[in-house]
């Protein structure tokens, strides 16, 4: 994993959490975006973590750019602000994953891990409004906050999450959840279980 954020003390607080993590390992630091592409090209991450606030490019901007020349790699934003609203924007980008800075260890973690094992032959099965959902589910957002994030009614919403869970064999929020990170057990989402 390539680790861009401009503050040193939240580039340590990563390294510190992910020691002894066997899934997840960082290859590379960096304050900024300079020099990113090259380095991508030299250190050949499986994941890019970056901070969606720089002070010189926002990380949507880099995002842009780097998918265009890097179509498969793996993407994950990370905000101190927890909005809905920036995961559909991240999304529309190419994102694969948004997470707060304010989110418990695990659930960063998982975050980092769904985006490093998640397969395009997962992800294929939902069409990419169906993904656009999950993906917001599976950071938490209620069917509100989703609604509200992808200019959907509320109804329109629960129709792609029961749509999805058919496609995947799942049955609650949880499952569906674990099936968009590829893991076994819920650490998003805990106990929390609604039904569409």
Known sequence: MLVIDDDPLVRTGIRLLLRGNTSVSIVGEFAGHRGLLEAVKDLQPDVLLMDLFMPEESGLSVARRVRLVYPDLRMVLMSSIDNPALYADARNVGVNAFVAKTAPAADFITALVGAD???????????????????????GASNEEISAALHLSQNTVKTYVSRAMDKTDTTNRVQLSNWFHGLAESHLLGDRVDTP
């Open 117 to 139: 094992s998640s397969s395009k032959t997962s992800t294929t099965v939902l069409s990419d409004r169906e993904i656009q959902v999950v993906e917001l589910l599976a950071m």
